[in-house]
């Protein structure tokens, strides 16, 4: 069975992952597609929930192997990934793919399928705001922050790209906002 997808995508800070933890909270139908990444874990994630965390080669040899619906190299070193496996395990198990991914690879999975596919952009009241929340998450060197700065910009041109786009000035109207047009979308 091919199930339908949703495909939330947004700059880093902008809201994207609270959203789709509220989507997975709110429609039982949603399951969350873990994508693959190269980046070193962080201490509050689990290998495997959060992301698979593959080492370079592993990585390399799974694009070799054509085990990716989409792949990026996101920053220097850094690549994510949407394994063709993890898609086919949600549908199998008759459930519908719900995807956090990065603006580039939502716009790749829109590409790839384009039937019974949603694509949500959740965009920041504004730059600064966004540059804030970045800064008040300490997990970045000032280096990482000012390389994430720059993609945002681009990233936020990329809004018209996508079936709808949420602007997150207010965290519970986003999440509402998001849960009609999923519910609405799902069972249509």
């Known amino acids: ?40 874990i962080r201490s509050i994630e689990i290998d495997g929930k959060d992301y698979y965390f593959l080492t370079t080669d592993t990585f390399q040899q799974k694009v070799n192997e054509d085990a990716f619906v989409e792949w990026e190299e996101v920053y220097p070193g850094k690549c994510y990934g949407t394994l063709k496996s993890e898609v086919e395990r949600i549908w199998d198990a008759g459930k519908h793919v719900i995807f956090d991914v990065d603006v580039k690879g939502a716009l790749s999975l829109k590409n790839k399928y384009p039937e019974h596919t949603i694509s949500i952009f959740i965009k920041p009241p504004s730059l600064e705001i966004l540059i804030e929340r970045l800064k008040n998450r300490n997990t970045e060197t000032a280096e990482a922050l000012a390389s994430r700065i720059e993609r945002m910009k681009y990233e936020l041109t990329c809004a018209k790209h996508f079936d709808h786009v949420i602007i997150n000035d207010n965290l519970d109207t986003a999440k509402q906002h998001a849960q009609g047009l999923v519910h609405n979308f799902l069972w249509s």
Do not use: C
């Open 1 to 40: 069975m091919q199930g339908k997808l949703v495909i939330v995508t947004a700059p880093s800070g902008a809201g994207k992952t609270t959203i789709v933890k509220h989507l997975l909270a709110t429609e039982p139908n949603l399951v969350f597609s873990v994508s693959a990444t190269t980046r070193p």
